[in-house]
């Protein structure tokens, strides 16, 4: 079983910074790409930022240049660093990533998600 643990939420005042790390677990054979998403009050859920598992980096366009995610494959863990932090940034968000694991014929890729950390920008 793969698991994925988000850590780093918390309270911060707009203007502020908020670091967010995932660390994957469990039993596999790799890790493709890795991501976060967010999800507002009363809104869907919505891709952020994603990595992969050699450094290639996108993002959306509410991110860009407030937002860097980064990895160490060595870990398995993905990170969110978010500068300028603006209250419609308030959100909980989720770590995903494209698991690889071993199966009896082969390799198979599968997408697994955190639990979510909350992240709140006051004004």
């Known amino acids: 079983q793969v698991q994925l643990v988000e850590s780093g939420g918390g309270l911060v005042q707009a203007g502020g910074s908020l670091r967010l790390s995932c660390a994957a677990s469990?039993?596999?054979?790799?890790?493709?790409?890795m991501g976060w998403y967010r999800q507002a009050p009363g809104k869907q859920r919505e891709w952020v930022a994603e990595i992969t598992s050699g450094g290639s980096t996108n993002y959306a366009d509410s991110g860009k240049g407030r937002v860097t995610i980064s990895r160490d494959n060595a870990k398995n863990t993905v990170y969110l660093q978010m500068n300028s932090l603006k209250p419609e940034d308030t959100a909980v968000y989720y770590c995903?990533?494209?698991?690889?694991?071993?199966?009896?014929?082969?390799?198979?890729?599968?997408?697994?998600w955190g639990q979510g950390t909350q992240v709140t920008v006051s004004s």
């Open positions: 995903n990533a494209n698991v690889v694991v071993v199966v009896r014929v082969g390799l198979l890729g599968h997408d697994y």
């Open positions: 469990g039993s596999f054979f790799s890790i493709n790409v």
